[in-house]
C-alpha cells in the first residue's frame, strides 16, 4: 500500500493507494470521522460490483449506511442530480459531523463533494475513486462541481476529502476505452512535471500503484502552494482549454480524457509553431499519446472551437491561461487575450 500526504491551507489527508482497500473503508473512516451515518453515492456500473463491500465494511465497523445510486454519464454532474441528493441526505437526518463517500469515478466524487460543501454548510466526504481518471486527477485536491446545460463545472466549490482510498483492484473492471482516457491525465501529468513518469509510460514498463502515486505526489505538490487555483495550478489545465472545447462540442460523445488528449496534442503543435518545443518533443508526446490509443487529431474547425472558447468564463473576463510545455516536464502558463487565443488556436492545426 502506497500512502500520499496531502496539505493544503484549508486540510490535510491521506491517499491511500493499493488493492484491496474497498474492505477497509469502515476502519478507516473511524479513524478520520466522528460519524454516525454515511451515505454512499454511487453509479449504476459501479455499484452491482463494488457497493455491498463498501456498505459491510462500513455497518462492520458500526456506522448507518444508506446508499444512493445515480445513472453513469456526465448528465448526472447536474443541479437536478445535485437536489436530489440533498434531498435524500435531509431525509437520513444527515447532521453536520456525518460523512459522504463518493464510490466511482469524476462524475460521482465531483456530484458528491459539491453536495458535502454545501449540505448544512459543509461535512465530511471520502473519495473512493474506481477510474483511473478519478485516481490520478479528480479524487484529489477538492474541486467539486456540477454542469449547467451552457457550461461544464459552471457552479461548485472548492472543498477537500477527508480521505481517498484508492483500491487499484477496482480499475480491473474499468472498460478499455476508460482506463485509456485516464492515461491522458497521467501523460499530461508527466509533461507538466515529470519526465521520469514519460520514460516510464514510453517504455510501458509500470504499475498501477507507481503511476497513481506519481501523479498524487505532483498534484499534492502543486495543490499545497496554490489550493484555489490562482498560481501554479493552473499547470493542471495543459491540453484543457482547447480539450474543453471540444469535449463541449462532442456533446460528451468524447470523453473527457479523450478531449484531454485531443488537447494536448493541439498545443504542443501549437507550441512549436510558436517556437517554445522542439519538434521532437512534440513528436515524442503526440506517440506516446497514440501509445493508448487516445485520439489527436481535432474533429472539429477552428471556427468552430473559437465560438465555444469564447465562453470560456476566464476569456470572457478578459484573458486566460495558456498552459504550454517548454520541453517535456516543464510548462508555462502564458496569458493570452482573445486576439492571441486566436492565433494559438490557428497554430494548432497542421
Ligand atoms: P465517469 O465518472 O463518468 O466514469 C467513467 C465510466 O466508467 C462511467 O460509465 C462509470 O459508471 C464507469 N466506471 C467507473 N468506475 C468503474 C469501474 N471500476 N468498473 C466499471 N465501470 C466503471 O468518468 P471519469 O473519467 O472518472 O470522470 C470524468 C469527470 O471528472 C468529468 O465530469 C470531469 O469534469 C471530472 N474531472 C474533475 C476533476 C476535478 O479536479 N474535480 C479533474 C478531472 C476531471
Ligand atoms: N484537474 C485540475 C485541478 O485539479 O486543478
Not at 72 to 98: F, H, M, P
Given at each position: 500500500m502506497r500512502c500520499v500526504h496531502v496539505k493544503t491551507d484549508s486540510a490535510s489527508y491521506d491517499v491511500k493507494i493499493g488493492?484491496?482497500?474497498?474492505?477497509?473503508?469502515?476502519?478507516e473512516?473511524?479513524v478520520c470521522?466522528?460519524?454516525?451515518?454515511?451515505?454512499?453515492?454511487?453509479?449504476?456500473?459501479?455499484?452491482?460490483?463494488?457497493?455491498?463491500?463498501?456498505?459491510?465494511?462500513?455497518?462492520?465497523?458500526?456506522?448507518?449506511?444508506?446508499?444512493?445510486?445515480?445513472?453513469?454519464?456526465?448528465?448526472?454532474?447536474?443541479?437536478?442530480?445535485?437536489?436530489?441528493?440533498?434531498?435524500?441526505?435531509?431525509?437520513?437526518?444527515?447532521?453536520?459531523?456525518?460523512?459522504?463517500?463518493?464510490?466511482?469515478?469524476?462524475?460521482?466524487?465531483?456530484?458528491?463533494?459539491?453536495?458535502?460543501?454545501?449540505?448544512?454548510?459543509?461535512?465530511?466526504?471520502v473519495q473512493?475513486?474506481?477510474?483511473?481518471?478519478?485516481?490520478?486527477?479528480?479524487s484529489v485536491g477538492g474541486?467539486?462541481?456540477?454542469?449547467?446545460?451552457?457550461?461544464?463545472?459552471?457552479?461548485?466549490?472548492?472543498?477537500q476529502p477527508s480521505l481517498v482510498l484508492c483500491?487499484?483492484?477496482?480499475?480491473?473492471?474499468?472498460?478499455?476505452?476508460?482506463?485509456?482516457?485516464?492515461?491522458?491525465?497521467?501523460?499530461?501529468?508527466?509533461?507538466?512535471?515529470?519526465?521520469?513518469?514519460?520514460?516510464?509510460?514510453?517504455?510501458?514498463?509500470?504499475?498501477?500503484?507507481?503511476?497513481i502515486e506519481a501523479c498524487v505526489n505532483m498534484k499534492a505538490d502543486i495543490v499545497a502552494e496554490?489550493e484555489?487555483?490562482?498560481?501554479?495550478?493552473?499547470?493542471?489545465?495543459?491540453?484543457?482549454?482547447?480539450?474543453?472545447?471540444?469535449?463541449?462540442?462532442?456533446?460528451?460523445?468524447?470523453?473527457?480524457?479523450?478531449?484531454?488528449?485531443?488537447?494536448?496534442?493541439?498545443?504542443?503543435?501549437?507550441?512549436?509553431?510558436?517556437?517554445?518545443?522542439?519538434?521532437?518533443?512534440?513528436?515524442?508526446?503526440?506517440?506516446?499519446?497514440?501509445?493508448?490509443?487516445?485520439?489527436?487529431?481535432?474533429?472539429?474547425?477552428?471556427?468552430?472551437?473559437?465560438?465555444?472558447?469564447?465562453?470560456?468564463?476566464?476569456?470572457?473576463?478578459?484573458?486566460?491561461?495558456?498552459?504550454?510545455?517548454?520541453?517535456?516536464?516543464?510548462?508555462?502558463?502564458?496569458?493570452?487575450?482573445?486576439?492571441?487565443?486566436?492565433?494559438?488556436?490557428?497554430?494548432?492545426?497542421?
Open positions: 488493492a484491496g482497500l474497498l474492505d477497509t473503508i469502515g476502519r473512516l473511524r470521522t466522528d460519524a454516525k451515518t454515511v451515505v454512499v453515492v454511487s453509479g449504476e456500473n459501479v455499484f452491482p460490483i463494488y457497493g455491498e463491500r463498501v456498505l459491510n465494511s462500513l455497518r462492520s465497523a458500526g456506522f448507518r449506511a444508506e446508499a444512493k445510486v445515480f445513472p453513469s454519464g456526465e448528465e448526472t454532474k447536474s443541479l437536478a442530480s445535485y437536489g436530489e441528493l440533498l434531498n435524500l441526505l435531509t431525509e437520513c437526518r444527515l447532521t453536520r459531523s456525518d460523512c459522504l463517500v463518493a464510490l466511482g469515478g469524476g462524475v460521482t466524487g465531483d456530484l458528491t463533494g459539491f453536495a458535502a460543501a454545501t449540505y448544512q454548510r459543509g461535512i465530511r466526504y473512493v475513486p474506481t477510474t483511473l481518471l478519478a485516481a490520478v486527477d479528480s474541486k467539486t462541481a456540477v454542469n449547467l446545460p451552457a457550461a461544464k463545472n459552471q457552479v461548485g466549490a472548492f472543498h483500491d487499484t483492484g477496482t480499475l480491473d473492471t474499468l472498460p478499455e476505452r476508460e482506463l485509456n482516457a485516464g492515461f491522458a491525465e497521467v501523460i499530461k501529468d508527466s509533461v507538466i512535471a515529470d519526465p521520469d513518469l514519460f520514460d516510464l509510460l514510453q517504455q510501458g514498463n509500470f504499475d498501477r500503484e507507481s503511476i496554490d484555489h487555483d490562482f498560481g501554479r495550478r493552473r499547470l493542471l489545465n495543459l491540453g484543457h482549454t482547447f480539450g474543453h472545447a471540444i469535449e463541449a462540442r462532442s456533446r460528451y460523445e468524447l470523453l473527457h480524457g479523450e478531449a484531454v488528449a485531443i488537447g494536448t496534442a493541439m498545443i504542443v503543435r501549437a507550441a512549436v509553431r510558436m517556437g517554445i518545443l522542439d519538434t521532437g518533443s512534440r513528436d515524442a508526446v503526440i506517440e506516446l499519446l497514440k501509445q493508448f490509443r487516445l485520439p489527436v487529431e481535432p474533429p472539429y474547425s477552428a471556427d468552430e472551437l473559437f465560438d465555444i472558447l469564447l465562453l470560456d468564463k476566464k476569456i470572457a473576463s478578459g484573458r486566460l491561461h495558456l498552459i504550454v510545455p517548454r520541453s517535456v516536464g516543464w510548462c508555462e502558463a502564458i496569458p493570452v487575450d482573445r486576439e492571441a487565443l486566436r492565433r494559438w488556436l490557428e497554430a494548432a492545426y497542421e
